[in-house]
């Protein structure tokens, strides 16, 4: 007896890699980030990586949602392997090394662990308020 679906995969295509990037990037929240530092070799191949992933976080939307945190690019010449250093305002330290990662790997892993802390702590804030307003209400 055969099966009655005849078409195997996805029944759409993926919107592709530049949309997965903007989803990520509009995701991104420094609310619980203190500082990050870039750090990479200029003439390295492997830099590219790094200065595609400090582009989004260079966005002015992203760069509001935490106007304390310090965004520092560090310029080795030791041939180093380009790194991403995230220090969290709990005493946390995160350090991506983006040898073999692309940017899109990079945005999702930050957003999974740094991100995702902030939008907890702003769920927790409207649900401590006492009255709502017309527009909470309609929601």
Known sequence: MALPYTHSGTFTRSAGLYSALAKQSSLLNLKPVKRITFSFDPLSEKAIVVRHTLN????????????????????????????????LVNG????????????????????????????????????????????????
């Open 56 to 87: 989004f976080f260079h966005l002015e939307k992203v760069r509001e949602s935490n106007l304390k945190c310090l965004l520092k690019t560090t310029v080795l010449s030791t041939r180093a392997d380009p790194t991403i250093e995230v220090k």
């Open 92 to 139: 946390k330290t995160l350090l991506f090394k983006a040898v073999n990662l692309q940017p899109l790997e990079i945005l999702k892993k930050f957003n999974e662990l740094v991100s995702s802390q902030a939008e907890a702590e702003s769920k927790t804030e409207v649900l401590t308020k006492g009255k709502l307003t017309k527009s909470q209400k309609k929601k």
